[in-house]
């Protein structure tokens, strides 16, 4: 499943949290590279929180990011940014397999067998954990055995 870079863009908050519009794969990468800003991730964890009650939006926000860092810059460095971007694919995965923001929240946030009893979401905080949970997803739409 690809999804595209104004999907995981929207899920970021699209050009008024980025700074610029998102047209391209390339244009994410060139994005990330240069440092996510704090508005990026602010606007991801605050939509993606109004679908949950079991967490609050600031653990899911330093869970990501720890909260001094998070108190002392306005752009992320390269490994945070990846990090964000990632969790962001993987919901906009999510969002398109679902078609419905509450289910994949659930999904993204709840334990699941295939990831040793992790949520997507923790799992997802490692590059070889997304990797996992984008099989999962992938696994899911195409009705396939774990």
Avoid: C, W
């Avoid at 595209?4 to 970021?12: F, G, Y």
């Avoid at 990831?115 to 490692?126: H, V």
Wanted: no cysteine; hydrophobic share 40%.
């Amino acid at each position: 499943m690809s999804i595209s870079a104004k999907n995981i863009s929207d899920v970021l908050g699209g050009a008024k949290s980025l700074g610029k519009r998102i047209r391209t794969m390339r244009d994410l990468e060139s994005i990330v590279a240069s440092g996510l800003p704090k508005s990026a991730l602010d606007t991801f964890v605050d939509s993606f929180g109004e679908h949950f009650t079991d967490a609050s939006v600031n653990d899911i926000r330093f869970q990501i990011v720890p909260r001094a860092t998070y108190n002392r810059v306005d752009r992320f460095n390269l490994q945070t940014s990846e990090t964000i971007e990632r969790i962001a694919r993987l919901y906009a995965m999510a969002l398109d397999a679902f078609a419905d923001p509450a289910a994949a929240t659930r999904f993204m946030m709840r334990s699941h067998p295939e990831l040793d009893s992790r949520s997507p979401f923790e799992t997802a905080l490692t590059e070889l954990g997304g990797r996992a949970v984008e099989e999962v997803i992938e696994r899911g739409l195409h009705g396939l055995p774990a």
